[in-house]
């Protein structure tokens, strides 16, 4: 057995113990309850992951009217309506 194989097996362990100690951490950190006053700002339509009408609308609109678009609507052309 040389060396660097004894080596990679006394490393082992260490890092499954901090790969643990990460994972118990991040679920720890993620499980919060959500007081009565704080719900208002969670039901507030600016958190809402679907963007409204008008958002939508400006989006269409920022895409044909930019002339190098693609990352709003994939919509191409040359900014003056015409596609």
Known sequence: ???TESTWKSTVPIIKACIG??????????????RG??????????MALNPTG???Q???F??????AAGANGGKTGGGCGCN
Do not use: F, G, H, K
């Open 1 to 3: 057995m040389s060396l």
């Open 58 to 60: 400006q989006a269409d």
């Open 21 to 34: 100690c990460v994972l118990l951490t991040a679920t720890l950190a993620s499980c919060v309850s959500v």
């Open 37 to 46: 006053y704080e719900m208002v700002r969670l039901n507030d339509p600016d």
């Open 54 to 56: 008008t958002e939508i």
């Open 62 to 67: 920022q895409s044909y009217r930019e002339a």
